[in-house]
């Protein structure tokens, strides 16, 4: 039966009627703020009662899901609803959802944990998800951040919790009626059942709410999940995209959907990178140009309001704006610095198992590798409206970090920071762009001095500028054998040469530094967390990992992916020089590795049977790579991808993408599959565009168009099969991005024999 078929027959409520809109934008409602508040912010409406903070059930039957994480189409809205569906015992079709606002009881304290570095003095002692230090920062603090795949893991547990209390609360409720104990009564389906009698949600909710639940909660054994099997997922599911019918009829809200009385629109011109600050403009070249509202001079940017963007637009290229500062930037002459520093630069140690540089004294073999700046490129362009009145200011956003983002719009028009409403909207794609908050600091400044509604948009130019690049870098890495072992690593030295680019992106989010003042703070700093992923996931007993601090003059930070979407290239790519070199087949050489880590194991040999591999020979344009994520010992996730690829006259054609992944227990199989498809065609964007260089301090290409980005008709054929299993569930957005560049760059040397060391691929030439 199709869950939704019936659906009308069910009474309908505002949130029903609103689920779409408050996924995407959440018009209806708005919140009031307040630091150091750990009450919940979701607050029952007209009829609705509320469960734990975290849900209300309403007297029509509908469940409404609050929802602390930003919905970038990684299908996190419905994932957290369908956890408290189960445990709850809803039917799907009474369950909606409410984007909540940053508050204490919504933090994230997994993701608190993993950035401890980045915020604490003592990241040490403050590294554990479940310790004292990373709570009370992220619940002082009000810290939901979205990011690092870490929404299942943070939320999963207090969403149980909740649900799984109410559901106590609802069986009590009708037990008192009936006149029998609780646990007697089954609840599912939307209804509380015993015996021959049964009740809805909606009759128990009022009398459920005023009683004590039970402690602990009672929670179900079995958790959320879904059999990854090949013939269940070719049923319809059972739960289906919450935000699907309003993304299919268009009435869902992203950050530049958001239409207000008397609004007005914004274009913005920055300076180049190096030249920041504006000391000119022509304003009489728009004198009297009709539609015009208003020009905004900052010492930073020149913003022009007008009753349309591109009546705004046209302005700012009317009046020229003049920028001025030390150099612009030439990107070109600062990536040599890399190079240097991997030559000749003495790196700090991250990583040191065994004793690799005893047995690496005279590496056997070793090879350099390098990617370039990487741009996010999402389809919408950073986009924000503010309303400023009363000396209150409401601000429509898509927001990572919806708290910081309040805090430092509030900032930068000089009030309080519970003086400003966040109204969280969806994001038209971000792979970690919206963790930047400049356009919020803007949009708020231009609305101030306008006086009126301002919806503020860059340019595609501006947003490739100055949304910080996913860092270039310049990477070395050695091997050293076993002595008559058929190429057996005994040791492994990676060297990595880039800017501490996570903690340049931490002095930006959290003490809200400027770009410049970022790079200043975090340069000459090691940083373990953009050297993630760089042990590799093979039986090697000595190995090293080592950082090389380089100083750019333009910033970076993270991008979907992390680390692993470089540091996973270079170790493949390594990896299937070693096996040439030791005359193997690229499969069984790592699969001779891989005998402490099964679950690894079983990915590459499932891989590689979808596939068909032939060994990798020469002339056949096959590739492998694999990839784990997640830390050490067999906790994580794991994907093995093969790759067909060649060369035509268009340039790199791939044709198939065959991945085998491991994800632990599966909450939702077609979001899963739906990560990791997009997650292989996001990488196969990194293999063959997505990067830019900086000209006299602008980014070369500026537009899409330009950027080697894959259509609808590069695509290749996807086939996926997940491994069932029973470990902890592990997010899969970022895994296709890291696997996909080295299954196909190995693919293209066996179609070549031509060895691509540089992402993107084709960047250096044939």
Not at 390 to 405: D, S
Request: aromatic share 6%; glycine share 10%; proline share 7%.
């Amino acid at each position: 039966m199709d869950p939704r078929a019936g659906l009308a027959a069910l009474p309908v409520s505002r949130r029903q009627l609103l689920a779409g809109a408050a996924v995407g934008g959440g018009l209806a409602v708005g919140w009031w703020l307040w630091p150091r508040r750990y009450s919940s912010p979701l607050v029952p409406g007209p009829n609705e009662h509320g469960f734990g903070g975290w849900l209300t059930i309403a007297e029509d039957g509908v469940v409404t899901v609050a929802l602390p994480q930003l919905e970038m189409g990684q299908g996190v809205t419905t994932v957290l609803a369908q956890v408290v569906a189960v445990e709850l015992g809803a039917d799907w079709r009474q369950v909606a959802i409410e984007p909540a606002p940053p508050a204490g009881l919504f933090a994230n304290t997994a993701l608190a944990a993993k950035w401890a570095p980045l915020w604490s003095r003592l990241p040490g002692l403050a590294d554990d998800p479940d310790g004292l230090l990373a709570e009370r920062f992220a619940r002082s603090n009000a810290f939901c951040a979205t990011a690092e795949g870490l929404s299942l893991a943070a939320y999963e547990q207090p969403l149980r919790a909740a649900a799984a209390a109410a559901r106590a609360l609802l069986a009590m409720a009708a037990g008192e009626r009936w006149g029998v104990g609780w646990e007697e009564c089954e609840v599912a389906a939307g209804l509380v059942r015993h015996g021959e009698q049964e009740l809805g949600f909606g009759e128990l909710a009022a009398q459920a709410a005023t009683l004590d639940p039970p402690d602990p909660p009672p929670l179900r054994v079995e958790h959320a999940s879904e059999d990854p099997s090949p013939a269940e997922a070719e049923l319809a599911s059972a739960f289906p995209r919450l935000d699907l019918p309003a993304k299919v009829d268009g009435s869902f809200l992203f950050a530049g959907d958001i239409r207000l009385p008397g609004m007005v629109y914004a274009s913005i011109r920055h300076g180049p990178l190096g030249k920041a600050e504006l000391t000119a403009f022509d304003k009489e070249a728009v004198a009297g140009l009709k539609g015009l509202v208003g020009v905004v001079k900052s010492k930073r940017y020149l913003a022009a309001v007008a009753e349309s963007w591109w009546i705004a637009d046209r302005a700012l290229a009317a009046m020229r704006p003049v920028f001025a500062g030390p150099a612009a930037v030439e990107s070109a002459g600062a990536l040599r610095a890399l190079d240097t520093a991997l030559a000749e630069g003495e790196g700090e140690r991250i990583v040191t198992e065994g004793d690799p540089d005893g047995a690496l004294a005279r590496p056997d073999y070793a090879q350099d590798y390098s990617v370039a700046q990487a741009v996010h490129a999402a389809i919408e362009t950073a986009s924000a409206t503010a309303r400023f009145d009363g000396g209150k200011l409401e601000l429509w956003i898509a927001a990572q970090a919806g708290e910081l983002t309040r805090r430092a719009a509030a900032k930068a028009i000089g009030i309080s920071p519970q003086d400003v409403v966040l109204y969280p909207t969806a994001a038209g794609g971000s792979f970690d762009a919206r963790l930047e908050r400049r356009h919020a600091i803007e949009v708020a400044q231009i609305a101030q001095q306008i006086g009126r509604p301002v919806q503020l948009t860059w340019p595609r130019q501006q947003e490739l500028q100055l949304v910080p690049v996913r860092t270039p870098v310049s990477a070395r890495l050695e091997a050293g054998f076993v002595p008559a072992s058929g190429g057996r690593i005994a040791a492994w030295r990676t060297r990595l040469a880039m800017p501490a680019t996570m903690r340049e992106f931490g002095h930006r989010l959290f003490d809200n530094n400027t770009p410049e003042a970022a790079m200043e703070h975090a340069a000459g700093e090691a940083d373990a967390l953009a050297c993630e992923g760089a042990v590799p996931p093979y039986g090697i007993a000595h190995v090293a990992v080592d950082h090389l601090p380089v100083t750019l003059p333009f910033p970076t930070g993270p991008m979907r992916g992390n680390a692993a979407a470089y540091t996973a290239f270079f170790t493949e790519s390594f990896i299937d020089e070693l096996a040439e070199r030791a005359g193997r087949d690229p499969f069984l050489y790592r699969i001779e590795m891989l005998g402490q880590t099964p679950r690894m194991a079983d990915c590459l040999r499932r891989a590689t049977r979808l596939a068909g591999w032939d060994g990798g020979r020469r002339g056949t344009g096959q590739g492998l790579a694999m990839v784990r994520m997640g830390g050490p010992g067999e906790g994580g996730g794991r994907i093995a991808c093969v790759a067909q690829a060649a060369l035509g006259e268009g340039g790199l054609r791939v044709t198939r993408l065959h991945a085998a992944v491991d994800i632990g227990r599966i909450v939702n199989h077609d979001i899963a599959r739906q990560q990791i498809e997009g997650g292989l065609i996001f990488g196969l964007s990194l293999a063959t565009g997505s990067s830019v260089a900086y000209e006299d301090g602008r980014p070369v290409p500026a537009r899409l168009a330009g950027l080697s980005l894959p259509t609808l008709a590069d695509c290749p054929e996807i086939v996926i099969e997940f491994l069932a299993s029973d470990a902890p569930a592990f997010d899969p957005g970022e895994l296709g991005v890291a696997v996909a560049p080295p299954a196909i760059a190995n693919a293209l040397y066996s179609a070549t024999g031509v060895r691509f060391r540089r992402l993107p691929l084709l960047s250096e030439g044939l």
